[in-house]
């Protein structure tokens, strides 16, 4: 069975949150090796001079407080992605000070603005992530009126950040106030994904996916496979800095028996060839 964000088919409904830290190249594409029907790249500057990788095809996600670069990012990368993905959600310190990601619910102009921008610049579908605001179903409402094709919903507040618990009934009134896709996004988890998706029409799954790629093989019913030799094998295709294989490979220890003293080991390791040599104690 086929579903669809705008005219992009995907195989299930099950989606990668866009991450900044966890979602490397090498992450990603584990992510969909087990199963995940579409990745999303970290929120991504729309002005980035940066060299993405984007074999994976992703989401890629965008923030901004103005128009500025949108229409040359799209243009840079619009054949390799996927999807566009607007940020209304980040609620980060950065996010405040700039006045972007969910800091710009109250301009709405700006925001009619970026998202005009956008959907003229890409026929691909298009996406915006919001967080529950007063503001947030009246932003739904434009974000449907412009084009989009469908809405990610993170219904903690600004204030919230990534803590307390979602405010799950307003995201269902959010998507009872549009008629394209509502994605659900915040603490899915095993117990609750099926509830989720009887309810909304994608979900994501974030901070549960982060060491454990396995995650979308275990919804879809499938043999976990991923281990973390895999992640350092493809980090070393994309040469990925120590840094980010050693921040990765902290995180796989969460599923291990002797998990404490991994991550002891780990914090002391100084080169890729050390985490290697620890990595062949995982399970």
């Avoid at 500025?68 to 996010?95: E, Q």
């Avoid at 109250?106 to 992530?129: A, G």
């Avoid at 998507?175 to 994501?204: E, T």
Wanted: net charge positive; with cysteine; aromatic share 8%.
């Amino acid at each position: 069975m086929k579903f669809k964000i705008g005219n992009l088919k995907l195989k299930n409904r099950i989606l990668l949150a866009p991450m900044l830290e966890p979602n490397d190249i090498a992450f990603r594409l584990l992510c969909k090796k087990a199963g995940c029907s579409l990745n999303f790249t970290g929120m991504t500057s729309s002005l980035t001079k940066n060299n993405l990788i984007l074999e994976d095809k992703p989401a890629l996600q965008i923030f901004s407080n103005s128009t500025k670069g949108i229409k040359d990012i799209i243009k840079r990368y619009d054949k390799i992605v996927s999807l566009w993905d607007f940020n209304l959600c980040c609620p980060s310190k950065l996010s405040k000070k700039l006045g972007h990601g969910a800091f710009l619910h109250n301009d709405i102009n700006t925001i009619k603005k970026i998202l005009i921008e956008i959907r003229s610049s890409t026929k691909k579908p298009c996406t915006v992530k919001l967080r529950k605001s007063e503001n947030s179903i009246k932003i739904a409402k434009i974000v449907e009126n412009i084009g989009f094709d469908a809405i990610i919903i993170h219904p903690r507040t600004f204030s919230q950040g990534y803590s307390g618990n979602p405010d799950y009934n307003f995201a269902k009134k959010l998507k009872r106030s549009v008629k394209i896709s509502v994605i659900y996004s915040g603490n899915v988890n095993l117990k609750n994904y099926k509830k989720i998706l009887n309810d909304f029409d994608f979900i994501m799954i974030g901070r549960e996916s982060i060491g454990n790629p396995n995650i979308f093989s275990i919804m879809l019913n499938k043999k976990p496979r991923i281990q973390f030799k895999d992640y350092l094998k493809l980090a070393k295709k994309y040469n990925l800095k120590y840094k980010q294989i050693k921040y990765q490979a902290m995180n796989f220890t969460k599923n291990q028996k002797n998990a404490k003293q991994l991550r002891k080991e780990l914090i002391n390791a100084k080169t890729v060839k050390e985490i290697e040599i620890i990595s062949r104690k995982f399970n």
